[in-house]
C-alpha cells in the first residue's frame, strides 16, 4: 500500500512558477514509477511528467522545457516545478505511484489544485 499527499497547489498569473509537492508514505527508492497528471476541467486525465527509477525524467511535449520532475529521497517526496505557466496549466494535479511486486499496485493522491490566471 502507499498513500500519496500533494501540496503546493494555488493560483498563479501566467508566466508564473509553482512547485508540487507529493509526499510518499513508504521508501521511494522502491516505487517502479512516479508520475504527475493533470485533469482539467471536462477533460480526461494525462500525464505531464513521469519519473521511472533508473531512467531519465519524461516530460509530456506540451510542457517540456518548463516543467521537472525530481525526487528527495531523504524525505521521501517527489516534485513537480513548474515554470512559465500558461492559463492551459489550469487543473487539479495528481501525484500517482506504480509499484509491479509482489503484485501490480496504482496508486493516487486526492491532487491539487492549479489555476493560471491573470
Known amino acids: 500500500q502507499v498513500h500519496l499527499v500533494e501540496s503546493g497547489g494555488g493560483e498563479v498569473q501566467p508566466g508564473g512558477s509553482l512547485r508540487l509537492s507529493c509526499t510518499v508514505s513508504?521508501?521511494?527508492?522502491?516505487?517502479?514509477?512516479m508520475g504527475w497528471h493533470r485533469q482539467a476541467s471536462g477533460e480526461e486525465r494525462h500525464s505531464v511528467a513521469t519519473l521511472i527509477t533508473g531512467a531519465a525524467p519524461i516530460i509530456a511535449d506540451h510542457v517540456k522545457g518548463r516543467f521537472s520532475v525530481f525526487r528527495d529521497t531523504s524525505t521521501n517526496t517527489l516534485y513537480l516545478q513548474m515554470d512559465n505557466l500558461k492559463p492551459e496549466g489550469t487543473a487539479t494535479y495528481y501525484c500517482?505511484?506504480?509499484?509491479?511486486?509482489?503484485?501490480?499496485?496504482?496508486?493516487w493522491g486526492q491532487g491539487t489544485q492549479v489555476t493560471v490566471s491573470s
Open positions: 500517482n505511484a506504480q509499484v509491479f511486486l509482489p503484485s501490480h499496485g496504482d496508486y
Open positions: 513508504r521508501d521511494i527508492t522502491s516505487i517502479d514509477i
